[in-house]
């Protein structure tokens, strides 16, 4: 049985349609990413399937009973007691049972027999869901997620908003739902974090649901993608990278398709023209007919086009010195605790360097003391190298003035631009229409960002320092900004944790960790191989644990032969989902047969017969998901088998 089930979904915002006809279903053990570009839909899509927006047509319907657990881009934990408390709320019935315990043993110091009786009763419910371990396990879950055994008894409202989202994620993922909603949960995270949410989610026996720009942990933690449209979706049994190119090779078999149709109307409709009065009059009005119940191709539509039409491109500037900045014995503190010290660093001309580490480890303080921008206190000599025309990305975004438009923003770099020509220069990064006129206090992460971006390139710069710049773009922005530095003549520094973009970017490798910095000559990739700390296997939170596990064994002859039939029973079962798995796979690969047939035919030229085209393209659809629908099932009965 279904997960959840989504059924023609159309929803919209001030009379215009943001996506209609989403059709799609989740079994448990799916992991589905959902992507497009910002402002496609996403979020609102999951704030849809959660309920907490209604539909303009179309349903979404959870399994009966199904837990959900939805983390939001924006922090919702409550401001009130401490982090502990916040992680222990997603323990809920563990800690009434606790108190439930508690009553039970004040009440058992009576000696009656029913009191002593239900104090038995209770602590056996209490051991069997493991209470004893909770604080253990939250411990643990918090320290994936960043804190320290002080930080939990930190209030909340101390918080920052990075750390809240951090706790606002564990809290949801302590639920362990049957369904598992995920918005953009990497954007506060470390790369440590990352690899241990991959596993986590690997692991996940529920279905999980996911939003994310980060590309390689798409990669690794959904087999299956869906494309969100505006008039459909497009589902791919495929990761992100595979359904990249099999994407693209569709829209090329398509828009073939169309191009066929529109040429075969064309060249009917000239004779139409040709011979409407003529001696082929009536074969004119036959084509004529034919023409009005052709059953048209739709154009393709292609979600990430209007994304691409982005112009990440640096202004040209001169050239600086071989040697860009020699650094020596670099030293910062923060809060009493050093973050580094005795660092040493020469960088060259054309170098492009990555700044990795945990959170709070000072990869910002080392950029910004290497910018210049360091505080009073920081410590080490910075040689700066001949003829250097600097610039510096934010990630807080804090150099962007909330109560200026866009078009503002633009002229205090380039006064002698008129409006005009600031809002041509803003399309260039996807404002159009209004949006250059409206002030940034309104503006999306995602706008902020490209603003800020819009302003870095519009002087000539020759040394870049990058303070997380893919933070709020989404894919085919971050591709593009790729390019452009890979393009860029001069130097960059950069702090990320995109690991696609550190692939792509980077020439050399400086780790900040525990106090340390050290320098990896080598790209991202040759660090990682090479150097990358091993993330632990996270045990599994006391409610995840299979209950047969924590189950006395039998006490009695009845108790052992009621184990007995529930272990032939689960054999049987186990059995059955074997030979399930086996039919599945012949029946997909015949299936896949008949795709590759049926696609094949589908690139050869219809002869005329629209009709006849059509009915293929139905069918190759149709198959195609229950194709998609048979792997689901298959993947999850080997994930059971495992």
Not at 581 to 597: C, D, G, M, Y
Request: charged residues 30%; aromatic residues 6%.
């Amino acid at each position: 049985m279904f997960l959840l089930q989504v059924s023609n979904l159309r929803f919209g915002y001030a009379g215009g349609t943001l996506f209609e006809d989403v059709t799609f279903n989740l079994s448990p053990g799916e992991r589905v990413a959902v992507v497009a570009p910002n402002g496609a839909g996403k979020s609102t899509l999951l704030r849809l399937i959660a309920g907490e927006l209604e539909p303009d047509a179309g349903t979404a319907v959870i399994k009966k009973d199904a837990k959900v657990a939805y983390y939001r881009q924006s922090h919702e934990v409550a401001a009130q007691g401490d982090v502990l408390g916040a992680f222990l709320s997603g323990f809920r019935e563990i800690v009434d049972l606790r108190a439930e315990l508690s009553r039970a043993q004040h009440e058992a110091a009576s000696g009656s027999t029913r009191a002593l009786s239900q104090l038995a009763d209770v602590s056996d419910r209490y051991h069997i869901a493991r209470g004893d371990e909770l604080e253990r396990h939250v411990s643990m879950l918090a320290m994936k997620l960043g804190f320290s055994e002080k930080d939990l008894a930190r209030p909340v409202a101390s918080l920052s908003g990075g750390e809240r989202g951090r706790l606002n994620l564990g809290v949801v993922l302590a639920q362990e739902a049957d369904l598992l909603m995920l918005d953009e949960p990497t954007n506060h995270l470390d790369l440590d974090t990352i690899d241990w949410l991959e596993d986590f989610l690997i692991k996940y026996r529920g279905g999980v649901i996911l939003v994310s720009h980060d590309r390689a942990f798409l990669d690794r933690a959904c087999p299956k993608t869906l494309e969100l449209g505006s008039r459909d979706v497009r589902i791919y049994p495929l990761k992100y990278s595979d359904y990249a190119v099999a994407r693209e090779e569709d829209l090329a078999r398509e828009r073939a398709l169309l191009e066929r149709q529109q040429a075969f109307i064309d060249k009917t409709q000239d004779f139409i023209r040709k011979n409407i009065a003529g001696q082929k009059t009536k074969q004119a009005q036959s084509r004529r007919k034919m023409l009005e119940k052709l059953d048209r191709v739709d154009k393709p539509e292609d979600v990430w086009a209007v994304a691409e039409r982005i112009a990440f491109r640096f202004a040209p500037a001169n050239r600086s010195g071989d040697i860009v900045l020699d650094c020596k014995n670099l030293e910062a503190s923060r809060g009493g605790r050093t973050l580094f010290s005795g660092v040493e660093i020469l960088l060259r001309r054309g170098e492009r360097i990555g700044v990795v580490g945990p959170n709070g480890s000072g990869k910002s303080t080392l950029l910004k003391l290497l910018a210049g921008r360091g505080a009073p206190e920081d410590r080490g000599q910075i040689k700066r190298g001949t003829n250097l025309q600097e610039g510096y990305f934010d990630q807080h975004l804090g150099e962007l003035n909330p109560n200026l438009t866009a078009v503002d923003e633009v002229r205090t770099i380039r006064g002698d631009f008129t409006v005009e020509s600031a809002r041509q220069y803003l399309a260039r990064f996807r404002f159009w229409g209004d949006d250059p006129l409206r002030k940034v206090a309104g503006f999306s992460g995602g706008e902020r960002s490209r603003l800020s971006l819009a302003k870095l390139l519009l002087e000539p710069r020759n040394l870049l320092f990058l303070d997380e710049p893919t933070n709020h773009l989404d894919i085919p922005a971050a591709e593009i900004l790729e390019e452009a530095i890979l393009g860029f003549d001069g130097t960059v520094i950069l702090v990320s944790h995109d690991r696609r973009f550190l692939e792509t970017t980077t020439t050399r490798i400086v780790s900040v960790r525990d106090g340390k910095v050290e320098i990896y000559q080598g790209g991202f990739r040759d660090f990682v191989a090479a150097h990358a700390p091993k993330v632990d296997d996270f045990p599994p939170m006391p409610s995840q644990k299979k209950k047969e596990s924590v189950r006395p064994p039998p006490k009695d002859e009845a108790q052992g032969r009621a184990s007995f039939e529930a272990q032939r029973l689960a054999a049987r079962e186990k059995e059955k989902k074997k030979r399930r798995v086996v039919e599945l796979e012949q029946t997909i690969a015949s299936a896949e047969k008949e795709l590759a047939r049926l696609r094949a035919d589908l690139r050869e030229d219809p002869q005329g017969n629209w009709e006849k085209l059509a009915q293929m393209a139905k069918a190759e659809q149709a198959l195609t998901k229950r194709v998609d629908a048979m792997m689901s099932e298959w993947a999850r009965l080997s994930e059971e088998e495992s």
